[in-house]
Structure formats: structure tokens, C-alpha cells
């Protein structure tokens, strides 16, 4: 079975490699980084099932980066801050954080709340959006009862699409998320030829919606009506 993989965004060097140390020794794999720039660029590579998030980094806040990581994923957040006030764990919870610890807190506590958010997105198993049924345990798509085939990169990028709908994603993002991490090249036309075969695939007939929207110069969006 796959590790669960957390993100920790966090400046204070000594409270990262502590953090990184327990829950690498509970079976997580940890990626770490200190500045909300490191963060955002490993939140967009789109592969954390959990993010800590620090309240107060050198290049920003947390709070906006959870408003600029809200607009492409939907990724669980813990945010751990010292700012123990009730209107900045108000603002926290508008901007999309998940739960929210203020610093000193308890460690056995954070693991437990980090098991109830890991837990409740691994229960959703299935994807449902457009008419289309997504079977995560088999990898299987279906439409009215009728199997879409489709290639592995096309159902990666179905299912990166459904997950974040709603939301405008760019070709980095897509890029980042399906190809690169594979270490494959890639050019330009990739993710255009991809999403040209995959509407293909899921238009079975002139009634079926293209849900699949092109946002021009930026990337694409699944538009769930």
C-alpha cells in the first residue's frame, strides 16, 4: 500500500525536522518546505494527500496561500499558528483550511486530526460529475452502464479534472501533475493533444455536453453545469 504523503509548510527549521521526524516514523511520506513559494510550487506538482500549514512564513501568510491553492485543489489543510485569536482561525476556516492548532498544541492531537481528514478523503472512491461514474478502486469509467476506455494519461487527467471542478487549471499544473513527475518529455502540444483525445473519447454522441472548457492563454476548466 502507498504511503500518504503530508507537506509540511513551515519556517521555524527546528518545529519542521521535529514534525517531519514523528510522522515520518508514523509511515508518511514527508516532503518539507520553508517559504510559501517552496509550498505552493509542491502543492501544485498535486501529489500531498495533507498539508500543515504555518500562519506566518518569510514571503507571505498562510492565509494567502490557502486562498491561491483553493482556486486548483481541494487538498486537506491543518493550519498550525501561533496568532491564537478567533478571528483568524474564522478567517482560516472562510479561506478553506480544514481544521486549525494553535502552537503550543499537542502532537498525539494533530495526528489524530490529520487521520480523520486523510481518512474521510480516502473514503471517496468514486467520482461522479457530468454524467460520467469514475470507479477509483478499479480505475474504471462508465456512462450510463457503458465503459468509456480510456489510456492511463487520459484517465489521470479525467480524474485531475473532476477533482479540482470548477476550477481553472493551467498546462503547468496538468504538467506538473501527469507528466513530469514520471520524468517523461514533454513539449508544448502534450497537454493539447491530450485533452483533444480525451473529449473524443468522452463525447459518445452529439447530445453529450463538452464539459471540458478551454480558457484561453491559461488552461482548462471541467464546468460541471
Known amino acids: ?33 520553508g517559504t510559501k513559494g517552496e509550498g505552493l510550487r509542491e502543492i501544485k506538482r498535486g501529489r500531498a494527500d495533507l498539508v500543515l500549514l504555518d500562519c506566518n512564513l518569510p514571503d507571505g501568510t498562510g492565509f494567502e496561500l490557502c486562498r491561491e491553492m483553493r482556486r486548483f485543489c481541494n487538498v486537506p489543510v491543518v493550519m498550525l499558528t501561533a496568532r491564537d485569536t478567533e478571528m483568524d482561525e474564522i478567517k482560516a476556516l472562510e479561506l478553506g483550511v480544514d481544521d ?65 471542478k470548477n476550477h481553472v487549471l493551467s498546462k503547468e499544473q496538468i504538467l506538473d501533475r501527469l507528466w513530469d513527475s514520471e520524468g517523461k518529455y514533454v513539449d508544448n502540444n502534450t497537454v493539447s493533444v491530450n485533452i483533444s483525445r ?10 453529450c455536453p463538452d464539459l471540458i472548457r478551454t480558457i484561453q492563454g491559461i488552461g482548462y476548466i471541467w464546468k460541471e453545469e
Open 1 to 33: 500500500m502507498a504511503k500518504n504523503r503530508l507537506l509540511i509548510i513551515e519556517d521555524d527549521a527546528d518545529l519542521r525536522e521535529g514534525l517531519e521526524f514523528s510522522f515520518q516514523g508514523d509511515g508518511y511520506e514527508v516532503v518539507c518546505a
Open 100 to 164: 486549525y492548532l494553535s502552537k503550543p498544541f499537542s502532537l498525539g492531537v494533530l495526528r489524530a486530526r490529520m487521520k480523520r481528514l486523510i481518512n474521510g478523503r480516502a473514503e471517496v472512491n468514486e467520482l461522479v460529475s457530468g454524467g460520467l461514474i469514475i470507479d477509483k478502486s478499479t480505475c474504471r469509467v462508465t456512462r450510463d452502464g457503458t465503459e468509456i476506455i480510456l489510456s492511463k494519461l487520459e484517465y489521470g487527467l479525467l480524474c485531475f479534472l473532476i477533482e479540482n
Open 198 to 207: 480525451l473529449r473524443k473519447k468522452l463525447k459518445t454522441d452529439t447530445d
